[in-house]
Nanobody
Framework: QVLRVESGGGLVQAGGSLRLSCAAS????????MGWFRQAPGKEREFVAV????????LYADSVKGRFTISRDIAKNTVYLQMNSLKPEDTAVYYC??????????????WGQGTQVTVSS
């Protein structure tokens, strides 16, 4: 795969924190905007956060603003999602994406394999 979620998924209690990381292969991928999306059971995939190709701009879904932070390490071709103050409604499979050309439409050229995040009450 072009993108690979390397760590961060798992089970956490409400109010806790998790940090997801996703590595991209290929030298040209550092030129793309990258982001995170999630999909809960029985629900459609939804946008979570996106970061510009140079790391200088970010955009978040209203549901995670103030709680989640997206960042990237250009040298390592890696994007991160720091998730704080987690809620049970954050439970979903989280996917990283590259070349996010329309975040609110869940439009991206490359997708990672997904990792399960479960938040207990």
């Amino acid at each position: 795969q072009v993108l690979r979620v390397e760590s961060g998924g798992g089970l956490v209690q409400a109010g806790g924190s998790l940090r997801l990381s996703c590595a991209a292969s290929g030298r040209t991928l550092i030129l793309y905007a990258m982001g995170w999306f999630r999909q809960a059971p029985g629900k459609e995939r939804e946008f979570v956060a996106v970061i510009g190709r140079n790391g200088g701009s970010t955009l978040y879904a209203d549901s995670v603003k103030g709680r989640f932070t997206i960042s990237r390490d250009i040298a390592k071709n890696t994007v991160y999602l720091q998730m704080n103050s987690l809620k049970p409604e954050d439970t979903a499979v989280y996917y990283c994406a590259a070349d996010v050309y329309n975040a609110v439409r869940n439009s991206a050229s490359f997708w990672g394999q997904g990792t399960q995040v479960t938040v207990s009450s």
